[in-house]
């Protein structure tokens, strides 16, 4: 028969592993929680990116990181003047982070001669480019754009690759952007420091 010191012994010992058994549950628990809402947030809540080159000059610099915004695009519809970002196949094969701003519609046609953007034959309003445009590329003939289609233009308007760019067979190239490419709206630079803050 035990006596008292060896069941005090053992409850003790029992509630030692006992308190030791849940919390290995609560840390795997909030371990499996966290990689949720982690998975969670970098699918459909936001994500970071760098900036590589000038294309988008004076919004964003070559090696800026922002925070990509990809919640409301799941609600509502881009809108002009949107900067978004999209994937884009180099030559290379490598697969890059576009950054470009949402200068066409859906159901627009759009046409740049002269250095003047035209919707619909109406001269565009805007001051995000950083100089006069030289060439509209594809876009000096009327480009009618389709549903759920984007044109999309960089603010350095004579150094981006965009919506504009013609191939070495002289076709359109990147083209109109669906927006099932869109990952999402450009939203707050983090970095570097000086210049945090949102994207207009």
Same mark, same amino acid.
């Given at each position: 028969?035990?006596?008292?010191?060896?069941?005090?012994?053992?409850?003790?010992?029992?509630?030692?592993?006992?308190?030791?058994?849940?919390?290995?549950?609560?840390?795997?628990?909030?371990?499996?929680?966290?990689?949720?809402?982690?998975?969670?947030i970098i699918n459909f809540v936001v994500q970071l990116t760098h900036v590589g080159g000038s294309s988008m000059y004076p919004t964003l610099s070559n090696n800026d990181d922002i925070a990509v915004e990809k919640f409301s695009?799941?609600?509502s519809e881009p809108k002009r003047f949107d900067v978004i970002v999209f994937p884009y196949k180099e030559d290379t094969g490598e697969v890059r982070n576009y950054i470009k701003r949402i200068v066409g519609l859906p159901g627009e046609t759009i046409q740049i001669k002269d250095g003047v953007i035209y919707i619909d034959e109406v001269p565009l309003e805007e001051d995000f480019g950083f100089?006069?445009?030289?060439?509209?590329?594809?876009?000096?003939?009327?480009?009618?754009?389709?549903?759920?289609?984007?044109?999309?233009?960089? /603010?350095?308007?004579?150094? =981006? +690759? #965009?919506?504009?760019?013609?191939? &070495?067979?002289?076709?359109? /190239?990147?083209?109109?952007? =669906? +927006? #099932?490419?869109?990952?999402?709206? &450009?939203?707050?630079?983090?970095?570097?420091?000086?210049?945090?803050?949102?994207?207009?």
């Amino acid at each position: 028969m035990k006596d008292s010191e060896d069941i005090k012994f053992d409850i003790d010992s029992s509630k030692k592993t006992s308190r030791l058994r849940n919390g290995i549950l609560e840390v795997t628990i909030c371990a499996a929680v966290a990689l949720i809402l982690a998975f969670f947030i970098i699918n459909f809540v936001v994500q970071l990116t760098h900036v590589g080159g000038s294309s988008m000059y004076p919004t964003l610099s070559n090696n800026d990181d922002i925070a990509v915004e990809k919640f409301s695009y799941h609600f509502s519809e881009p809108k002009r003047f949107d900067v978004i970002v999209f994937p884009y196949k180099e030559d290379t094969g490598e697969v890059r982070n576009y950054i470009k701003r949402i200068v066409g519609l859906p159901g627009e046609t759009i046409q740049i001669k002269d250095g003047v953007i035209y919707i619909d034959e109406v001269p565009l309003e805007e001051d995000f480019g950083f100089e006069t445009i030289n060439t509209g590329g594809w876009a000096e003939e009327p480009v009618e754009i389709g549903y759920n289609e984007y044109f999309v233009l960089g /603010d350095n308007r004579n150094n =981006s +690759k #965009d919506s504009r760019h013609l191939d &070495a067979n002289g076709k359109s /190239d990147i083209g109109l952007i =669906s +927006k #099932d490419e869109i990952i999402g709206k &450009a939203w707050f630079r983090i970095y570097p420091i000086g210049k945090l803050g949102k994207i207009e």
